[in-house]
């Protein structure tokens, strides 16, 4: 049997920090909004239509558990898997971005420090 390993973009149900099954946890983990609001968004859509109840027996039953090693050690780290689920050519941009910007100061110092620096030469040419 060929196992996958654990995805961070994927749905889980998150039983460690759920109520009944762990859905509106997971849904609140992988979309990013607060945990209350989607509990009162799930009740108020039962109470209005009734059909959340067997959508949410379906989810909790079909849903995975999220993994342990998916846990995320800061809000950091939550926040920026939240924002590949909700836009990954964004984030890969901001990515790219920033490691363009690390490219651009690090040739800066390499520049700084392998131009002639003539006050420089001139102070260790006096120290010989």
Partial sequence: ??????????????????????VCAGIADYSGVDVSVIRILVVLAVILT???IPLYLVAGW???DKPRELAYDTVEDQRFWQQVRA???????EIRA???????????VESYVL????SLAREIEQLR
């Fill in 50 to 52: 009734g059909v959340m």
């Fill in 87 to 93: 836009s990954p050519t964004r984030t890969a941009r």
């Fill in 62 to 64: 079909i849903a995975e």
């Fill in 115 to 118: 131009t002639n620096n003539r």
């Fill in 1 to 22: 049997m060929n196992l996958q390993p654990a995805s961070r973009t994927k749905f889980y149900k998150d039983k460690r920090n759920g109520k009944v099954m762990g």
């Fill in 98 to 108: 920033n490691l363009k910007a690390i490219d651009r100061r690090l040739a800066d």
